[in-house]
């Protein structure tokens, strides 16, 4: 059976992980960070937290990045 693209990439980042540690992970999430800031907010960090707060509320993907953003549930 053929995976789709999530499954692909949960696979991938979990073998990067298990290579390369927890500090690699930080450090390419970080850089991803600042290119988006500079790609998509013209370098206006306050700017992309803002948004990522207001989507992540909503549970809205982000149209620009075509990226999912999941709204956590609170366990009771």
């Known amino acids: 059976m053929a ?4 499954e692909r990439g949960s696979i991938g980042g979990r073998t990067t992980f298990q ?5 690699h992970m930080e450090a ?5 960070f600042w290119v988006t ?6 370098g206006d960090v306050c700017a ?7 989507r992540q509320g909503k549970g ?7 990226c999912q953003v ?3 549930t609170l366990a009771n």
Do not use: C, F, K, N
């Open 3 to 6: 995976r789709t693209a999530a």
């Open 19 to 23: 290579r390369h540690g927890s500090v």
């Open 28 to 32: 390419i999430g970080r850089a991803g």
């Open 37 to 42: 800031v500079e790609r998509y907010y013209g």
């Open 48 to 54: 992309y937290m803002q948004a990522l707060r207001e």
């Open 60 to 66: 809205q993907a982000d149209p620009r990045l075509g």
């Open 70 to 72: 999941h709204r956590p």
